[in-house]
């Protein structure tokens, strides 16, 4: 049974002033099947908690714990470089996809896949495996030649990540604002890739967003409002119809 178990999570960033801490003792365990929910205001550091978990090294944990329970047993994650965090079952969508000129989305998709499961898949399954994501996503055929992200709108770059998602078949997703810059066709489009992998009953889903729009097309079983650096109240889908009405002024205030 996977499962992301994180346990009184630290995590500082050095600035110019020094050292600041974002998060500051975070709980939060993520099943399979399982879909999480995390919402807050700007800064109350969403997104220091995925880059943390998928081992960016501009952030730096202080204390507390991140662990993976998979097929292979418990995995201490802050342990793995981040190739092997990938390798274990753990995915992350990038709030902000970067550039990668010169390498195709075909070669670069074919040697994430290779990376991860430690050997290449059959070229003729691999090829059906990628045109049928590619169909299901609206994405035009050509789109594989393309150099990676280059040149891509915001709806192309959140597909592609979709599309890594749906080849790559991790454990747990860990999805960084995929609805931002998202028009109502691509934001559609995008939840139902998500529900897909969702559908597959053995996977766990964490989804970062600011916005309860992406929640219309992705039920959660959780959700958890995080306020400077923790999570500061959790409960059903309810909790972003609240949030929906009323905003997180009282969240806010509570923390303050």
Avoid: C
């Amino acid at each position: 049974m996977a499962t992301l178990d994180i346990k009184d999570l630290h995590v500082s960033v050095t600035t110019e002033d020094g050292d600041k801490e974002i998060l500051k003792g975070v709980d939060l365990t993520i099943r399979e099947g399982e879909t999480h929910a995390i919402m807050g205001p700007n800064g109350s550091g969403k997104s220091t908690l995925a880059y943390s978990i998928a081992g960016h090294p501009k952030y730096t944990v202080t204390g507390g714990s991140v662990t993976l329970d998979g097929p292979d047993g418990r995995a201490d994650v802050l342990a793995m470089s981040v190739d092997e965090r990938a390798r274990a079952g753990l995915f992350l969508a990038m709030q902000y996809p970067v550039e990668v000129p010169g390498v195709s989305v075909a070669n670069f998709l074919r040697t994430a896949k290779t990376a991860i499961d430690g050997e290449a898949p059959k070229l003729r399954t691999w090829v059906k495996d990628v045109n049928s994501a590619m169909e299901q996503l609206k994405m035009d055929p050509a789109f594989s030649q393309r150099s990676v992200n280059e040149g891509f709108s915001g709806g192309e770059k959140k597909r592609h990540e979709i599309m890594q998602l749906e080849l790559l078949d991790p454990l747990v997703a860990i999805l960084d604002e995929t609805d931002s810059g998202l028009d109502i066709d691509a934001l559609k489009i995008v939840s139902e890739g998500v529900n897909r992998f969702k559908a597959e009953g053995d996977k766990g889903v964490l989804l970062i967003t600011h916005y309860t729009r992406i929640l219309r097309y992705i039920t959660p079983d959780f959700v958890h409002v995080f306020v400077d650096g923790k999570v500061a109240e959790q409960g059903g889908p309810e909790l972003a119809e609240e949030l929906e009405a009323s905003g997180y002024d009282r969240f806010v205030k509570a923390s303050a």
